[in-house]
């Protein structure tokens, strides 16, 4: 119809042009429209007697044959490669219209008839098919629609997605219903682009979707693509993309299979392979465009790789070989569910070339499958125009020697066309052709006056409806398949289901067999990856163990993932966490913090109790202490001995026996204290600690002060030899009170107010706590200790200045001594203690706790009994006490002080010249 409006178009054009004598010329030849050329297509047409006729478009062959270059006018290009599974796929369309003609329940008055083309699945071949379905190739019968002589109601197919885009680019102009059976592209669900395009297989969004679930499902991260040249293979890759980079899942690389032959190309994806670390690998690819691949990989002999199969190339015979399963066994991947279609198999083994010369197809696939000729045709045989893969101009033109003699036998023959145990997409090509015929169906059942179109509620007839009028029924369409799969075709003209996650395995006939270890299901509302519990997975690798495909591995723990710059997230290092961090799980992307008490091990794996530090009596430097002190204690002990049982001789009674008791006990307590400071701190050594050795400290130098007071004054006395001092021993002892009393006020004061405590210190060092205590207040501290201090500086001024008293024996002198080396220990004390740390800081404290006892123990104790023991005749009160200046017996001057021990409680030291 539209040619004849264009030819009249075109005639009116050359009339006008006539009339107005541009040319000057009369214009009598009639002019007619006249075909340059006619496509060069293969296929099946059944019309006659039919009131409707479905179109069909199948991959019979795979590619076309270059054109030769060196004719320049276009020519339609013909086709090689016989595809045994696309001739099947054809073969069950015309089953299926047969079936349904047979049906008295659909379309009853109405017999379908069918126009097949083969797209040698290339996109010109669509095309050509497409314009033929439009307008025919007869040269006098312009027309629309109806070319084999009835309305084309529809079209099934076409195979690949490129040839369904191209195809419904131009049916979809006419919005002539288009129903694919294997056409999985995404984009087909634009209705904007291709309105009149439905389809009885699944959009590939859900198939993207299902290969990350079951990526996830193994634990895979660093996964590889590949992808044929065409809008299958990239958008099937690019929403896997999309959907691997919102799981967290990386893309270790990204090829393209071309789909003519390139040597480059195909090295480039054939290396990717080889180099990547991935070791699994998406192949989004149809299996006729995958077996240059695929010989590649064998040639290169790529093993331990897992492939994961679209459903293109899942259940292919074209790559499911015996010879190619030590590289592509234990693929695994999703197919369109399985049917079984009864009296399918009949109907493909009804096949025979005898029947009509002019069926090409069935006499190449004749030749094809029993390697003959058929006598008599001109149907080349088996021809391969590619370049072969190692690049090398290696054509085939072989034509068989053998001829065909129509007796071969079908039964014989192992073939992917008469194989009907995988009717995937052949359910599909049944469903689409049922999907056309139902919605005729409800077409041919409108009422009129209820039918759905405006104004007028009216119907469309058979057979001159309008091709909108029928997309109408297919947009809403719904039934049950022969098998009871419900198939409804929503507004995107999508269909929702599942697929079957097949894994391939040798069976025991050393076959390729197709074990169904799982489901993918579909749905509105649900998207669910089902693994059968008891399937067992045959996986190619070495191990045949489960594939392990990381780009880094997993980080131990004691590390944390570091980012690398400009790479994906999968690939990282693994930096060891910080000293006092720790990451327990593999993988961490943090470090954790240690808790207060805790530090990281050496492995950084695991907080562990910080290790605690003090000054324990059981280490070699408490145990030494100890000793020291204890050895002190005793030789303190023996001296008091020594002055119990020397208590008589002048010695030890001249100047206050009594206080060199006191002084001794003050010694015991000064060295018992220091013990306080070794062991584990508590609250109660805390407290005692420091107490004790101020109280001590202003015991035992009271004393000795209450001594040189003694000696101080005995000599002011030589000295003026006219004053009269006298000092009784109780004030020397009140002295002594008085300075403890007031040691113990403000001790009482610093336990009450502040009180020292244990502490944890852990700034000092991190991995230990050191258990220290806490003195509280310094305040209190100095001024308990500042009392000892000012009392020492008495001490040592009094004997200081006494100290040239004449005597035989100079205590006055011993003590002075003694002060100094006091002095001496406790100055020195303060920088080592302020520079050392933890448990040393307590030993440096014991060690001048020690040092100056043991110095005013060795200065004040040491040369009396010396004297006592080893030189008793010293010991006589002629020698002992020079009575320098004494009057009476009762003052004497004793070496050792001014003694006042004489009869009584009273001494008084009457100074007289
Ligand atoms: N899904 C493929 C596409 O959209 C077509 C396809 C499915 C196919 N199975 C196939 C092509 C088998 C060739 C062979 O392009």
Same mark, same amino acid.
Not at 587 to 598: A, H, I, K, P, V
Not at 838 to 862: D, H, N, Q, R, T
């Given at each position: 119809?539209?040619?004849?409006?264009?030819?009249?178009?075109?005639?009116?054009?050359?009339?006008?042009?006539?009339?107005?004598?541009?040319?000057?010329?009369?214009?009598?030849?009639?002019?007619? *429209?006249?075909?340059?050329?006619?496509?060069?297509?293969?296929?099946?047409?059944?019309?006659?007697?039919?009131?409707?006729?479905?179109?069909?478009?199948?991959?019979?062959?795979?590619?076309?044959?270059?054109?030769?270059?060196?004719?320049?006018?276009?020519?339609?290009?013909?086709?090689?490669?016989?595809?045994?599974?696309?001739?099947?796929?054809?073969?069950?369309?015309?089953?299926?219209?047969?079936?349904?003609?047979?049906?008295?329940?659909?379309?009853?008055?109405?017999?379908?008839?069918?126009?097949?083309?083969?797209?040698?699945?290339?996109?010109?071949?669509?095309?050509?098919?497409?314009?033929?379905?439009?307008? $025919?190739?007869?040269?006098?019968?312009?027309?629309?629609?109806?070319?084999?002589?009835?309305?084309?109601?529809?079209?099934?197919?076409?195979?690949?997605?490129?040839?369904?885009?191209?195809?419904?680019?131009?049916?979809?102009?006419?919005?002539?219903?288009?129903?694919?059976?294997?056409?999985?592209?995404?984009?087909?669900?634009?209705?904007?682009?291709?309105?009149?395009?439905?389809?009885?297989?699944?959009? =590939?969004?859900?198939?993207?979707?299902?290969?990350?679930? #079951?990526?996830?499902?193994? $634990?895979?991260?660093?996964?590889?693509?590949?992808?044929?040249?065409?809008?299958?293979?990239?958008?099937?890759?690019?929403?896997?993309?999309?959907?691997?980079?919102?799981?967290?899942?990386?893309?270790?690389?990204?090829? +393209?299979?071309?789909?003519?032959?390139?040597?480059?190309?195909?090295?480039?994806?054939? =290396?990717?392979?080889?180099?990547?670390?991935?070791?699994?690998?998406?192949?989004?690819?149809?299996?006729?465009?995958?077996?240059?691949?695929?010989?590649? +990989?064998?040639?290169?002999?790529?093993?331990?790789?897992?492939?994961?199969?679209?459903?293109?190339?899942?259940?292919?015979?074209?790559?499911?070989?015996?010879?190619?399963?030590?590289?592509?066994?234990?693929?695994?991947?999703?197919?369109?569910?399985?049917?079984?279609?009864?009296?399918?198999?009949?109907?493909?083994?009804?096949?025979?070339?005898?029947?009509?010369?002019?069926?090409?197809?069935?006499?190449?696939?004749?030749?094809?499958?029993?390697?003959?000729?058929?006598?008599?045709?001109?149907?080349?045989?088996?021809?391969?125009?590619?370049?072969?893969?190692?690049?090398?101009?290696?054509?085939?033109?072989?034509?068989?020697?053998?001829?065909?003699?129509?007796?071969?036998?079908?039964?014989?023959?192992?073939?992917?066309? #008469?194989?009907?145990?995988?009717?995937?997409?052949?359910?599909?090509?049944?469903?689409?052709?049922?999907?056309?015929?139902?919605?005729?169906?409800? #077409?041919?059942?409108?009422?009129?006056?209820?039918?759905?179109?405006?104004?007028?509620?009216?119907?469309?007839?058979?057979?001159?409806?309008?091709?909108?009028?029928?997309?109408?029924?297919?947009?809403?369409?719904?039934?049950?398949?022969?098998?009871?799969?419900?198939?409804?075709?929503?507004?995107?003209?999508?269909?929702?289901?599942?697929?079957?996650?097949?894994?391939?395995?040798? =069976?025991?006939?050393?076959?390729?067999?197709?074990?169904?270890?799982?489901?993918?299901?579909?749905?509105?509302?649900?998207?669910?990856?089902?693994?059968?519990?008891?399937?067992?997975?045959?996986?190619?690798?070495?191990?045949?163990?489960?594939?392990?495909?990381?780009?880094?591995?997993?980080?131990?723990?004691?590390?944390?993932?570091?980012?690398?710059?400009?790479?994906?997230?999968? *690939?990282?290092?693994?930096?060891?966490?910080?000293?006092?961090?720790?990451?327990?799980?593999?993988?961490?992307?943090?470090?954790?913090?240690?808790?207060? =008490?805790?530090?990281?091990?050496?492995?950084?794996?695991?907080?562990?109790?910080?290790?605690?530090?003090?000054?324990?009596?059981?280490?070699?430097?408490?145990?030494?202490?100890?000793?020291?002190?204890?050895?002190?204690?005793?030789?303190?002990?023996?001296?008091?001995?020594?002055?119990?049982?020397?208590?008589?001789?002048?010695?030890?009674?001249?100047?206050?026996?009594?206080?060199?008791?006191?002084?001794?006990?003050?010694?015991?307590?000064?060295?018992?204290?220091?013990?306080?400071?070794?062991?584990?701190?508590?609250?109660?050594?805390?407290?005692?600690?420091?107490?004790?050795?101020?109280?001590?400290?202003?015991?035992?130098?009271?004393?000795?002060?209450?001594?040189? +007071?003694?000696?101080?004054?005995?000599?002011?006395?030589?000295?003026?030899?006219?004053?009269?001092?006298?000092?009784?021993?109780?004030?020397?002892?009140?002295?002594?009170?008085?300075?403890?009393?007031?040691?113990?006020?403000?001790?009482?004061?610093?336990?009450?107010?502040?009180?020292?405590?244990?502490?944890?210190?852990?700034?000092?060092?991190?991995?230990?706590?050191?258990?220290?205590?806490?003195?509280?207040?310094?305040?209190?501290?100095?001024?308990?200790?500042?009392?000892?201090?000012?009392?020492?500086?008495?001490?040592?001024?009094?004997?200081?200045?006494?100290?040239?008293?004449?005597?035989?024996?100079?205590?006055?002198?011993?003590?002075?001594?003694?002060?100094?080396?006091?002095?001496?220990?406790?100055?020195?004390?303060?920088?080592?203690?302020?520079?050392?740390?933890?448990?040393?800081?307590?030993?440096?404290? +014991?060690?001048?706790?020690?040092?100056?006892?043991?110095?005013?123990?060795?200065?004040?104790?040491?040369?009396?009994?010396?004297?006592?023991?080893?030189?008793?005749?010293?010991?006589?009160?002629?020698?002992?006490?020079?009575?320098?200046?004494?009057?009476?017996?009762?003052?004497?001057?004793?070496?050792?002080?001014?003694?006042?021990?004489?009869?009584?409680?009273?001494?008084?030291?009457?100074?007289?010249?």
């Amino acid at each position: 119809m539209a040619a004849r409006k264009e030819c009249l178009v075109l005639g009116f054009l050359v009339f006008l042009w006539a009339a107005l004598g541009i040319e000057g010329k009369e214009e009598t030849e009639e002019q007619t *429209c006249r075909l340059l050329g006619k496509f060069d297509l293969n296929g099946f047409v059944d019309a006659r007697n039919h009131s409707l006729v479905i179109g069909g478009l199948f991959p019979v062959h795979s590619r076309t044959i270059p054109a030769n270059k060196s004719i320049l006018e276009p020519v339609s290009a013909k086709c090689e490669g016989f595809n045994f599974r696309g001739f099947r796929w054809m073969k069950t369309m015309i089953h299926t219209i047969k079936e349904i003609n047979e049906r008295k329940d659909i379309l009853p008055n109405i017999t379908l008839g069918y126009q097949i083309f083969d797209t040698c699945f290339t996109i010109s071949k669509s095309v050509e098919a497409a314009l033929v379905f439009l307008t $025919g190739q007869e040269e006098n019968k312009p027309n629309f629609r109806n070319s084999t002589g009835a309305f084309l109601a529809g079209i099934v197919g076409a195979g690949g997605s490129s040839l369904s885009v191209a195809a419904s680019r131009i049916l979809g102009l006419y919005y002539l219903p288009q129903v694919g059976y294997a056409s999985t592209c995404s984009v087909l669900s634009d209705k904007n682009q291709f309105p009149s395009y439905l389809r009885t297989v699944a959009s =590939d969004k859900f198939q993207s979707d299902a290969m990350v679930k #079951l990526i996830q499902h193994f $634990g895979w991260v660093w996964v590889g693509t590949i992808a044929a040249d065409d809008d299958y293979g990239k958008y099937g890759v690019k929403i896997f993309e999309e959907k691997m980079e919102s799981a967290n899942l990386c893309i270790a690389f990204s090829e +393209i299979i071309p789909k003519v032959y390139s040597y480059e190309k195909m090295q480039k994806a054939v =290396d990717a392979v080889k180099n990547s670390t991935a070791r699994v690998i998406v192949l989004y690819v149809s299996d006729i465009d995958l077996s240059p691949f695929v010989l590649e +990989i064998v040639f290169h002999n790529i093993t331990d790789r897992t492939w994961i199969a679209s459903e293109a190339w899942i259940t292919s015979a074209l790559i499911a070989k015996p010879e190619y399963f030590p590289y592509f066994g234990g693929s695994i991947g999703f197919a369109v569910p399985r049917a079984d279609i009864p009296g399918l198999k009949e109907f493909l083994y009804d096949v025979h070339p005898g029947k009509d010369p002019n069926d090409v197809l069935t006499i190449e696939f004749w030749q094809t499958a029993f390697n003959c000729t058929w006598p008599n045709s001109s149907v080349p045989y088996n021809i391969d125009h590619r370049m072969n893969m190692t690049g090398k101009d290696d054509r085939l033109h072989a034509m068989s020697d053998k001829f065909c003699t129509g007796e071969e036998n079908l039964e014989d023959l192992k073939n992917t066309y #008469l194989d009907v145990s995988q009717l995937r997409i052949t359910n599909n090509v049944k469903q689409a052709v049922y999907s056309l015929a139902y919605a005729l169906d409800r #077409l041919s059942r409108c009422e009129e006056g209820r039918g759905p179109y405006f104004p007028g509620n009216t119907c469309a007839y058979i057979p001159d409806f309008e091709p909108w009028q029928l997309m109408y029924y297919m947009k809403t369409l719904k039934f049950t398949t022969h098998n009871g799969m419900r198939i409804e075709i929503d507004e995107n003209g999508d269909v929702s289901g599942y697929y079957d996650i097949l894994n391939w395995q040798l =069976d025991d006939n050393g076959e390729v067999a197709f074990v169904k270890v799982g489901e993918y299901t579909f749905t509105d509302s649900k998207f669910e990856l089902v693994m059968k519990k008891n399937a067992t997975m045959f996986w190619n690798t070495e191990s045949s163990e489960l594939p392990h495909s990381v780009c880094t591995d997993l980080c131990r723990p004691g590390t944390r993932k570091g980012i690398r710059h400009g790479e994906p997230i999968c *690939c990282f290092d693994c930096i060891p966490c910080a000293d006092g961090h720790v990451s327990r799980e593999p993988g961490q992307r943090e470090c954790e913090q240690c808790g207060e =008490d805790y530090w990281s091990n050496a492995q950084k794996n695991k907080c562990v109790l910080k290790e605690v530090e003090f000054l324990a009596y059981d280490e070699a430097l408490g145990f030494t202490l100890v000793i020291l002190s204890i050895f002190g204690v005793l030789v303190v002990l023996a001296v008091t001995i020594v002055y119990v049982l020397y208590r008589h001789t002048p010695l030890v009674s001249a100047n206050d026996r009594e206080l060199s008791f006191l002084i001794q006990l003050a010694l015991v307590i000064m060295l018992l204290s220091s013990m306080l400071f070794i062991g584990k701190p508590h609250h109660w050594s805390c407290v005692a600690r420091q107490v004790t050795l101020a109280m001590s400290f202003s015991l035992c130098l009271s004393c000795i002060l209450g001594k040189t +007071i003694s000696l101080f004054l005995a000599y002011r006395i030589s000295k003026s030899k006219t004053r009269f001092i006298s000092i009784c021993p109780l004030y020397r002892k009140i002295i002594v009170l008085i300075s403890v009393l007031v040691e113990i006020g403000i001790c009482t004061a610093y336990l009450v107010l502040e009180p020292p405590r244990v502490f944890k210190n852990m700034q000092s060092q991190n991995i230990k706590i050191i258990l220290e205590c806490d003195e509280g207040s310094i305040e209190f501290l100095c001024s308990m200790f500042g009392i000892d201090v000012f009392l020492a500086l008495l001490c040592f001024l009094t004997t200081f200045v006494a100290r040239q008293l004449p005597d035989n024996y100079y205590e006055g002198k011993c003590i002075t001594f003694g002060m100094l080396v006091f002095f001496i220990v406790w100055i020195s004390f303060v920088p080592a203690y302020l520079s050392t740390k933890g448990k040393f800081k307590v030993a440096v404290e +014991i060690f001048a706790i020690l040092a100056s006892s043991y110095g005013l123990l060795g200065c004040i104790f040491a040369p009396k009994c010396f004297i006592i023991l080893l030189r008793p005749k010293r010991n006589t009160d002629e020698l002992v006490g020079g009575r320098v200046f004494a009057i009476e017996n009762s003052i004497r001057l004793t070496s050792a002080s001014v003694s006042s021990e004489l009869n009584n409680t009273m001494v008084s030291a009457v100074v007289d010249d």
